[in-house]
Nanobody
Framework: QVQLAESGGGSVQAGGSLRLSCAASGYTFSLACMAWFRQAPGKEREGVATIRSDGTTRYTDSVKGRFTISRDNVKNTLYLQMDSLKPEDTAMYSC??????????????????WGQGTQVTVSS
């Protein structure tokens, strides 16, 4: 049974930092494309960052230079380091997995498994 459990969300002021974690189990983590998506109230879900099994990363333009996605294939854990946070980063952040997929996409339909999400709130 695949499980994705996010943690690390919270409330911070603009300019602050948070580090999200996602503990994965039930599949071969090292061979999966992993990603973070977010959804703000009243807005569509959007892809934030992806990371391939070889460590290749991609970011949506609005977070480039501020967010860093990484993975630990020994601990089966995905991370998202978020620096210089802005109020527009406020959203529910979800960890997603596409097992046995070499490439990564920002399409929601690409991912088989989703975590419950962790709330990030940035105040001005």
């Amino acid at each position: 049974q695949v499980q994705l459990a996010e943690s690390g969300g919270g409330s911070v002021q603009a300019g602050g930092s948070l580090r999200l974690s996602c503990a994965a189990s039930g599949y071969t983590f090292s061979l999966a494309c992993m990603a973070w998506f977010r959804q703000a109230p009243g807005k569509e879900r959007e892809g934030v960052a992806t990371i391939r099994s070889d460590g290749t990363t991609r970011y949506t333009d609005s977070v480039k230079g501020r967010f860093t996605i990484s993975r630990d294939n020994v601990k089966n854990t995905l991370y998202l380091q978020m620096d210089s946070l802005k109020p527009e980063d406020t959203a529910m952040y979800s960890c997603v997995a596409a097992p046995l997929r070499w490439l990564c996409q920002f399409e929601t339909s690409y991912y088989n498994y989703w975590g419950q999400g962790t709330q990030v709130t940035v105040s001005s």
